[in-house]
């Protein structure tokens, strides 16, 4: 369940990403796998191939992409949430979300 966006961004996200574009998407989420967690980055691009090569930059392996009919997409935790926000200029995100390299 994702809280704290809003449906425009929503909507922006599914919007660039059906466009081929990667997009990402921080919001909060509990997940009670993930109870260490309080935020989520989903990485999604309508191009597999594209969103593929996106993530082999950070480290993340083929079998990490949740597959969907739209939006397959990476789901980003912890430091590596940090991490591709940072290299990807979404400072704002960690501010917002209060997130850093200690607290995720």
Same mark, same amino acid.
């Given at each position: ?26 919001h909060?989420w509990? /997940?009670? *796998?993930? !109870?260490?967690?309080?935020? &989520?980055?989903? %990485?999604?691009?309508?191009?597999? @191939? ?7 930059q950070?480290g ?5 992409i949740?597959?969907r ?5 990476? /789901?980003? *935790?912890? !430091?590596?949430?940090?991490? &591709?926000?940072? %290299?990807?200029?979404?400072?704002? @995100? ?11």
């Amino acid at each position: 369940m994702a809280f704290g966006i809003s449906k425009k961004e929503l909507a922006d996200w599914k919007n660039k990403a059906a466009a081929g574009e990667i997009a990402l998407l921080t919001h909060y989420w509990y /997940d009670p *796998r993930y !109870p260490e967690f309080h935020t &989520v980055t989903k %990485a999604a691009c309508g191009d597999h @191939d594209k969103l593929l090569e996106w993530g082999r930059q950070f480290g993340f392996q083929p079998h990490w992409i949740h597959y969907r009919e739209e939006y397959s997409h990476f /789901d980003i *935790r912890g !430091p590596k949430q940090v991490e &591709v926000l940072e %290299a990807c200029g979404l400072s704002e @995100d960690i501010r917002r979300f209060r997130l850093s390299a200690g607290k995720v």
